[in-house]
């Protein structure tokens, strides 16, 4: 049996099962002695050492049958080889028996052991026909051996899954079982499928296969050292059922395949070997088929949900993939797609449709779709099934609907459009406190799926956080928006009082023109003023054409001409104006701000004090900085108001101002790096100090030569 002959190496077979046979003695030993693996629990503690125990058995039988030559005894070690492998597979699916198992019930724990139990029944039953048989080649022989590859891929699978769900602090320690085993059952895949292929053993790999066996001994017995209790317990997830069913559903079917093609090959006559190609090439066209087929995906989903958990979902899993998805992409129409594929997938799905409201006046519109049709139809925002889902947070089940299973005042709130909407399943409502943004409309699902308080409550929860999600990003839209329109505005507040100065000017100017129409001084200096004016009208126009400050370089600015041009302005609305330039100095800016800022300074303080009262200027330079003084004798100002309210925008004590000229001086000044400083006191007056940075040009004795006293 298993090929062995009188040419076989059976020297070296003795050798190894003895090796065997010692090595799984003293591991018994060495449980026994520690109390099992750890503390675990009484079943686990019980088959642990039994699997060992078997193992030497094994080991001692087949070293027996090899010695003396008695066929019955080696054939009674391939039997115990069934029954130790029974045990080793009960020990790794205890290993992995979820950690909330007390919640699912006594039949669903017992469907684990099915297959191990049909298993052993299946092939101690053909090694018995196989013992009886004359041939040691006949139909059981190879039945014994599937029996033996399927334990070898069940042993591998359940070692991938105990190992890929460790936790971290657990690896560790489970490494070198899950080596020691996935060793064990790696060859002897390898060693059943060669000998099922090509109908006899490869002669070295039988005879290496209690050499590779007793080599995972040292590795068994380091897990045992490097933890006091059993490996972490394995918490199932949905995703590993999910593909552990798969494997197993796929290695089935390619073991159902393989008898089939077995058969036609041997009994097919001439045409066998054709018709188990064209089997074969089929086969797999319907395996890629299933594989690839989302309906048949969902189905297996909701059948491990329905007969193998307490819950259908694995929350963590769900939210966490759920918030991946909504925070990858930023505008509200990728959000709104992904929210619809988001709740389409917990709820089996494939397709679905997100209507928003997109403003306040506006009814719900469809903004987003995924796999579902483009639709014109709005819902007004106070129609009934608004109104229903937003008091009740109620989804609305189509599907009860039409069949006439759901309450009146759901079948009620349903819009003609919306029940007759192709497939159309679940109406979801978006939720964002007490109000509704929207709501989704998703189609009827892949597989037949009960719509329970478990798949109410997480789409309720989920389309809450979804709703979260949108409102925050159009409220950041909005802001955005304000902005933008708030720049906007305060860009037109500094035009229209730049505006106001230029309409005082030619105001003055047309007033006075009715006395000096027959000046030529006069009418020289008026064109040179409605000149000046439309050339600053002209800035203003593409300063809110291109929504910035007006173009200009930033370069030296004289300040000294700039005093003088105030002065004489000044002269010319019969006011006087005193100015002392100490130093003549230069500042970075661009002149025309600058004269506008000084300006405005100074006609604030001619403003505030009568014509009899003094007004005067004085420029000079101290410690890198261009100073510019206004003083008047003026009302003055209080402290608190100078504090609080001077530089506040559309704040004045002006009966035409606009509140803008101090706001946007200070602003610029600070821009420049200089500031204001206001000294004023009410009823004596007010001192205002523009402090600027220094422009030294090359021809540093032009730009700083002092004013000859």
Not at 3 to 29: F, K, N, R, S
Not at 92 to 116: E, H, I, K, N, Y
Not at 590 to 618: C, F, K, M, P, Y
């Amino acid at each position: 049996m298993w090929g062995v002959t009188g040419g076989m190496a059976v020297g070296l077979m003795q050798v190894g099962y003895a090796l065997l046979a010692a090595a799984y003695g003293g591991y018994v030993a060495l449980l026994l002695g520690r109390g099992g693996l750890g503390r675990p629990v009484q079943a686990l503690a019980l088959v642990h050492p039994s699997a060992a125990v078997a193992t030497t058995a094994w080991g001692l039988l087949a070293l027996v049958g090899l010695h003396g030559g008695l066929p019955w005894v080696w054939q009674s070690a391939v039997m115990l080889d069934e029954i130790r492998y029974a045990a080793w597979i009960v020990f790794m699916l205890l290993l992995t028996t979820p950690t909330d198992s007390a919640t699912v019930s006594a039949w669903r724990r017992g469907l684990r052991f099915v297959l191990p139990v049909a298993l052993v029944v299946v092939g101690i039953g053909a090694g018995l026909i196989a013992a009886a048989a004359a041939s040691p080649a006949g139909p059981a022989i190879r039945v014994l051996l599937a029996c033996q590859l399927a334990w070898a891929v069940l042993g591998l699978v359940l070692v991938e899954q105990l190992f890929r769900n460790q936790s971290d602090s657990s690896r560790w320690a489970a490494k070198p079982l899950c080596l020691g085993l996935g060793a064990m059952f790696g060859y002897d895949v390898y060693l059943f499928s060669q000998a099922l292929m090509f109908g006899a053993f490869d002669v070295d790999a039988l005879g290496a296969r209690p050499f590779v066996h007793a080599a995972a001994v040292p590795l068994l017995a380091t897990a045992l050292r490097r933890q006091s209790k059993e490996p972490g317990r394995l918490r199932v997830s949905k995703s590993a059922a999910f593909y552990s069913a798969s494997l197993v559903l796929v290695g089935a079917y390619l073991l159902l395949v393989a008898a089939a093609g077995y058969y036609v090959r041997y009994f097919g006559g001439s045409w066998g070997g054709a018709l188990q190609v064209a089997l074969l090439t089929v086969a797999l066209l319907l395996l890629s088929a299933l594989l690839l087929s989302g309906a048949q995906r969902a189905r297996l989903r909701v059948f491990l949900g329905k007969h193998f958990f307490r819950y259908r979902y694995d929350y963590r899993v769900e939210w966490l993939r759920f918030t991946a998805m909504l925070s990858s992409r930023a505008t509200p129409q990728e959000v709104g797609g992904l929210v619809v594929r988001g709740l389409a997938d917990m709820a089996e799905s494939p397709a679905g449709a997100l209507w928003f409201k997109v403003s306040a006046d506006e009814g719900y519109t469809q903004a987003a779709a995924w796999n579902l049709a483009r639709s014109t139809q709005a819902e007004p925002l106070d129609s009934v099934l608004c109104r229903f889902m937003r008091e009740r947070e109620w989804i609305v089940d189509l599907r009860s609907v039409r069949t006439g299973r759901s309450g009146r005042d759901e079948a009620q709130s349903v819009p003609p459009w919306l029940g007759q909407l192709p497939s159309a399943w679940l109406v979801i409502p978006l939720l964002a406190g007490p109000e509704m943004l929207g709501f989704v409309v998703l189609a009827e699902p892949r597989a037949p799926m009960e719509l329970n308080w478990e798949v109410r409550d997480l789409l309720k929860t989920a389309a809450r956080q979804a709703a979260a999600f949108l409102a925050q990003i159009h409220a950041a839209e909005a802001l955005v928006e304000a902005r933008k329109f708030e720049a906007f505005n305060r860009m037109s507040a500094f035009v229209v009082h730049d505006l106001k100065n230029i309409v005082t000017q030619l105001s003055l100017m047309l007033k006075n023109a009715e006395r000096h129409r027959d000046n030529p001084e006069f009418q020289q200096d008026m064109l040179v003023t409605v000149g000046s004016s439309l050339e600053r009208m002209k800035q203003m126009m593409v300063q809110l054409r291109e929504g910035g400050r007006p173009s200009g370089a930033t370069l030296g600015v004289e300040l000294a001409p700039i005093v003088q041009r105030l002065q004489a302005g000044a002269a010319q609305r019969g006011r006087s104006l005193d100015i002392d330039i100490r130093d003549r100095v230069a500042t970075r800016g661009q002149e025309q701000r600058l004269e506008r800022v000084i300006g405005h300074v100074v006609q604030n303080a001619l403003d505030a004090t009568s014509e009899s009262g003094n007004v005067w200027l004085r420029l000079s330079q101290d410690a890198g900085q261009a100073l510019l003084v206004v003083g008047d004798s003026g009302v003055g100002m209080s402290d608190e108001f100078v504090r609080t309210q001077l530089y506040r925008p559309f704040v004045t004590t002006k009966a035409s101002g606009m509140g803008i000229g101090s706001y946007e001086s200070l602003q610029y000044l600070r821009e420049l790096g200089g500031n204001i400083a206001v000294d004023s006191e009410v009823g004596r007056g007010t001192l205002v100090t523009l402090s600027m940075p220094l422009f030294h040009s090359q021809d540093d004795s032009v730009m700083r030569e002092p004013h000859p006293e």
